[in-house]
């Protein structure tokens, strides 16, 4: 099935700093490619793939599981690594838990992390048992396009397909496990306003991500989207600084 306008993956090549950018939940490329390109901007080299299922439709997602989508930002995260002699994970939302389960499984490859409203506990209580009602229900209604700013579409489904969302927990459970595992830097935005991810997620955060540094900042004019929404810049430019901070003399960024 052809990629959804917008929905392509990114690839830019610059110094000896790369970025993997992770997209959400039934979203794609798309709600990240402004951050991305910023990045890039700034010569860093950046890599914001397309995950199984995503960016074409609710149909085509509905085959496909989280442990396909952490393979391939662990494919693009290897990948980097080959380019670049560091490298930080970024996500937006569910993008958020796959940034942060790399940080997990290699430690040695992900010199820092920035999460953006990130995903990390069950909101839907009919999501434990969502496996069962997959034959029954294959989808449900998209809470999509949480976006403060006036006539600004993310570009995610509209449904949501009900067996790949419940593969979900099994990627949530393991990043909550392992999360005293992670010593890089985190950086994390919390928009209070965000109909998508609830305040919990954030809590598993502070509360297990024990043995790394971790910042939070609040995104006060956005929804959970905001890498398209008001505060888009904040995060942008607050990523960035993060990474010279983090990096080897600032490496691989213009200044």
């Known amino acids: 099935m052809p990629t959804m306008p917008g929905a392509e993956p990114y690839r830019r090549s610059g110094g000896g700093t790369g970025v993997l950018l992770c997209h959400g939940f039934t979203g794609s490329p798309h709600s ?15 890599d914001l793939p397309l995950l199984p299922g995503h ?30 002699g560091t490298v930080f994970a970024m996500g937006l939302s569910m993008g958020g838990c796959l940034a942060l389960r790399l940080a997990e499984l290699h430690p040695d490859k992900v010199r820092g992390v ?29 809470v999509g396009n949480d976006v403060k700013k006036p006539g600004v579409s993310e570009g995610a489904y509209a449904r949501v397909p009900t067996a790949a969302a419940a ?3 099994s990627l949530w459970r393991a990043t909550k496990r392992d999360m005293p595992a992670i010593t890089a830097p985190i950086l994390a ?11 919990r997620s954030l809590r598993i955060l502070t509360s297990r ?17 905001a890498t398209l929404d008001h505060d888009a810049s904040t995060v942008f430019e607050g ?17």
């Open 167 to 169: 593969t979900l927990p």
């Open 239 to 255: 990523s960035l600084a993060f990474v010279r901070e983090h990096s080897t003399s600032g490496e691989g960024t213009k200044r």
């Open 189 to 199: 935005y919390r928009s209070p306003e965000d109909r998508v991810v609830g305040p």
């Open 32 to 46: 990240m490619r402004p951050w991305a390109q910023h990045l890039a901007d700034a010569g860093l080299t950046v």
């Open 114 to 142: 920035v999460v953006v409203n990130p995903s990390l506990a069950v909101e839907n209580p009919l999501l434990p048992v969502a496996r069962l009602l997959a034959p029954l229900v294959p989808s449900t209604p998209a």
């Open 55 to 84: 960016g074409t439709s609710w149909q085509e997602m509905a085959t496909t599981t989280s442990a396909q989508w952490l393979a391939e930002v662990e494919a693009a995260l290897l990948r980097l690594h080959g380019l670049c």
């Open 209 to 225: 991500a024990v043995n790394a540094q971790l910042r939070v900042h609040s995104l006060d004019n956005s929804y959970h989207v």
